[in-house]
Structures are given as structure tokens and as C-alpha cells.
């Protein structure tokens, strides 16, 4: 085994990962993750962590479960790869389509597989376009996102998102609008819960027909906004959404690439929120992050009509249907059923964390606690009343998250928001050393800030 120093060198020498500053990067060290088992991830130096993320929102069923690795070595050895271009497909593939159908809602029958969330919304944006031009719509180009929305790092994906800063880097392509997100803890004031989700959802309208329906393809949203921070709408919002939208024959795409495979309660969040979307954007979840892999789940309107005109769409990956993510997707979703997780979740583990994180409300430096399914965010404050908020945003966030994993927690800080998401097996007193960890972490930031 190559020692820590020699990993170190050869990170700091060579490699510029992801969503880093650079500069910071290499004056700070990488940690090394090794190996990770259950819910504990382990790095180079001896460090076991409790992983309260599941990775990056997708290891849904923990570590280290043999199912899925038997069914990727499998897969393998009887056929590694083969692409499902010009007419030709595989074993899991056709199997892990039906299976999709058979879980999501009764009007969502089709799919697109692709090998990222990013790339499977950069699919939506050219399916939603060439549907329309099919329509004989070809100026339908818009699509309105929301602000702190995320759909991936490809410059479309990244575009259609709200996350300033990336459109700031090179990825503002034209024919995307934003409106504002129903993010409660910044906007809602003094009105009640149904004023505010009526008023945000009338933004939509605002936008549309400030652009012009005539010139609108889609609007997308995330359930729960997830990298943006957990912004949970009120009860309501989606209701006036889905109203809005069909009014003005606008398709609805729902991003699940977070909120899908149980994270709230149910296989899709749509199923909890009872939402009706056009098309869905599905990843992480899918295949509990053992392998890339993500699918568009497009609705019978839609994929009627793109079979009834015909026509080749000319869009797909090498990797597109990969069999090995088929086969590691398939096995993961029979492990989500065989195990009851998705129960698990509705009928203990998010009721249980709900009420877990109440505990941190007292806490000087917490301003707001929320949760939906299994996942949450703890709003970090300069003052409770008002709130008034740390400034500059993001310092404070990124101190208690450091203090957060120095004590063995895996948490993530958005702005000064702590993050959690764990995975779908979290046990409550998972749950329970999660918040005393948080509380421990919200300590040291505390003295940290006093000194
Ligand atoms: C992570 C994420 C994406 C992008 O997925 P990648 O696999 O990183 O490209 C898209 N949408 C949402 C909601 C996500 O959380």
C-alpha cells in the first residue's frame, strides 16, 4: 500500500477536483477517503467518520453491501459493456426500465438512461425543445428554473440552475429564466404558510408572461431544493405550480435526483407531494452511488407523440444503458424493498429526525431547524431575533462543518446552513449521535467565534 505521504503528494501534484478553490486546496491537504462500511466512512489517516450525507445524497442503502457488488461482478463477467445504440439493448437495461415503471407514477412508462444527473437534465432540455418543435412549437425554447435551484455542472445543466456562481463562470446560456425559490427562513416574514406558498407560486405566472408562454418550453424544480440548501416549499406551493403551468401549456420537470428512491417516504417525492410531472430527472438514489448512472423518466404524452411523428433524436453516451449500472441499480432497488427502507424512513426515521433536530433550537447560534424525509438543514444565525445573518455568508457554515467532521461527523455546510442527508438505513440512534455530534460541533464553532 502506497504510505499517506506519497497519497498526499500525488493529490497536491496532480489533482484539481471538484467545486474547489484550488489555491486553498493545497495550502489545506485532501482527506483521503480509504474504505467505508455501513454508515462509516474511513480515510488515510485512521479517521472514522459517520457519513450523515450518504456520499453526496446518493448512497441510499450504506456501504459495503454485497448485493450490489455481486451484481456488478456479475454483470461483468457475463457482459461488461455493449451500447444501446442502432437498435440494440441488454438484459438489465430491459429489466431496470420495466422495474421504473412499475415504481413511479402510473403515467411515467419510458426512459432515457444516461451516466450523470447533469447529463440527464442536459437530455430534458433537448427532449422538452424537440417535443415541441415536433408540436410544431419550434420558438418554445424557455425553460424557468428557480433560484438556488441545482441541476448539475454541464453548462445547460448549470444554466438552467440558480446557483449564481456558477452562471458566473461561463454557464449562463440564453433561453433560461429563474424565479424565486420558496425559501421560508429568508422570505416569508409575517405572512401565513398559504399566503406565502399563493406568492411564490404567482411569481411563476409573473415570469411567463413577462417572457410570453408562446416562447416557454418547461419549468423545472427540485421537491426539495437539496445542494441549494434544503429549501422545503410551504404546503400548497406545488399545487398553484402544476395549476400555472397547465394553464399556460408549459411541461413540468421534476429533478428527483436527490428526493428519489425514498428519501421522503415514498419511491419519488412526486408520489409524497402529489405532483404530476411531464418528465423526471433521476440519479444518485438510483444505483446508491456504486455506480454512474442516471435516467429521464419521460411521461406516455410525451413519448406518444415523439413515437406517433418518428423522427431520430439525435442524442445519446457511449455509457447510455450501461448493463453494469443496469444490473448495480436493479439489485439496489430490490435491497430498498426486500429491506423495508423506504418504510423505514416514512414510518420512523424522518418522523424521528424532525423531532431529533428540535433539540438544536435552542441553541445560540441556530436560527432555524427543518426537515423533510431524510433530509435537513440546521440555519446557523448571527442573532435568533430577526434573524440577522453571519456576514460574510458561507464563513461560519464551513467553521461548524470543519468542527463537524475534526469530531467525526460528515455533515455540509450551503451558505451557513448544516446539511444532512444520510442514508435511508440510518437507525435512530444513528439519528441520535448525529445531533450530539452537531451539538458538540455547534459548541466549538460557538467558542471559535468568541475568541
Ligand atoms: C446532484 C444533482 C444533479 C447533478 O447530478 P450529477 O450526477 O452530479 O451530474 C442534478 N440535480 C440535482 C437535484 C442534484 O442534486
Known sequence: MQNQMDLQR???????PPFSDFKALKKEGTRIITHANGHMIYDSEGHAILDAMAG??????????DELVNAATEQMQKLPYYNSFFKTSNEPVAKLSAKLATIAQEHLNHVIYANSGSEANDTIIRLVRHYWALKGHPEKRVIIGREYGYHGSTI?????????????????????????????????????????????????KEKILDVGADKIAAFIAEPVQGAGGVIIPPDGYFEHIQKICNEFEILFIVDEVITGFGRTGNWFASQTMDLKPDVVTLAKGLTSGYMPMSAVL?????????INEGGEFYHGFTYSGHPVSAAVALANLELIETEGLIEHVRDITAPYLANAIKQLDSHPLVGETRSFGLLACIELVKHKSGPVLFEPVGEVGKLCRDQAIKGGLMVRAVRDGMILSPPLSFQTRDIDMTVEKLKQALDATDSELKK
Open 10 to 16: 500525488f493529490e497536491e501534484q496532480h489533482h484539481l
Open 56 to 65: 453526496l445524497w446518493c448512497v441510499n442503502v450504506g456501504y459495503g453491501r
Open 156 to 204: 445547460m445543466a448549470a444554466s438552467m440552475g440558480g446557483i449564481k456562481a456558477m452562471h458566473e463562470q461561463s454557464a449562463s446560456e440564453a433561453d433560461f429564466e429563474h424565479i424565486r425559490s420558496p425559501y421560508g427562513f429568508l422570505y416569508q416574514g409575517n405572512q401565513t404558510e398559504a399566503q406565502f406558498a399563493e406568492r411564490s407560486a404567482i411569481l411563476l
Open 298 to 306: 419521460v411521461s406516455d404524452r410525451i413519448a406518444e407523440h415523439l
